[in-house]
């Protein structure tokens, strides 16, 4: 939480409070504690921030209109653009898996960068937007749901997966996507929450507050703990269905072929794909599996207020909350193989149902990371610094 001074700060992660010095550029400031990185001074930030903000913008407009990818085989050719793809699973009946694709590969990061543009251009200019709180609070909201690149990395897992049964050209829109995945991911980099604070406080001239996260007391800590309970059970009885059924029905010549996670990974891996093999593995596999049983330690831990520990327990908890997300691969990987592969009895790809169970899980899970409160390894509850 920012405090009314905008250089005092209680961490985002174990709750100390620390009062930092301004930055020079290029430098950071890190809690005593727990070393969580409080605030770093990007040269140029805003006009960077500003220029790569529209440098997105643009090359998310050039990915839609053109050719996705192009997908060839005996003869029968077929081609997506973007805007395709959704069409495609919507006209299949498959309206979760159109909304989510929708949803985080495009209305999100568009949300961010427009949000972005609309608080810096005043904010360069000494004025403070109207609800520039809000929309700041809202940009940084919607971050870790925004998933441009790894909807990429799927999309270069599929293609290796039928590279050996199809010709594949890849469009202009697809190298526009890359691009916009840079320049996206290049302002993720430069941004910097207590800076942005900085300038609102400044602009505004009263001190905003950013609430998120602060340290739970009492009926808080115990409502933390239960939330978080209920997201690890919910995650465990949708990772069953994720890995028993089928994630997808491949239809050759009039028969189907149906693979679970675990059958496509074991099938790469005999065709020698040992490189995507291991992704998959990794990412749908082991990172859902290391990230429950993740939570359910650092959860009992805090609830069974254990006091030893504290940085191996927090080192865990940022590389859970930071690999999460990164199982949706194999769900755009599917997304991917359902659009451009339609060609009737010939050789079409159908999602199954352990496509929404495991997008599921991987939802549930970064809900339960974002519940679990990471002032409580410290017990900041009992010893909170002021």
Partial sequence: MLTPDPDNIICHECGLSCSIPPLADSHKAQCPRCGFVLSAKHTNALDRILAFSFTALIFLAASLPFEFLSFKSNGLERTIDVAASFNILIDNQYHTLALMELVTIFVIPLIILLGLIYLLFPLKQGRCPPHGKRVLDM???LIPWSMAEIFLIGALVSLIKIISLADIVLGPSFFAYILFSVALTTVMLHLDKHQLYKLLNK?????????HHSSSHGNDRSISIQKTWALIITSIVLYIPANMLPIMNTRLLGQDDPSTILGGVILLWHMGSYPIAAVIFIASVAVPVAKILVLIWLNYSVQ????????????????????????MVDVYVVIILVSLIQLGNTMSIYPGGASLAFCGVVIVTMLAAMTFDSHLIFNTDKNHEH
Avoid: C, H
């Fill in 139 to 141: 940009v940084f909201w």
């Fill in 203 to 211: 602009a505004n001239k009263e001190p905003v507050e950013d609430k």
């Fill in 304 to 327: 069974r207020r254990q006091t030893n520990l504290t940085q191996e327990r927090i080192v865990l908890y940022r590389i859970a909350e930071f690999v999460g997300r990164w199982s």
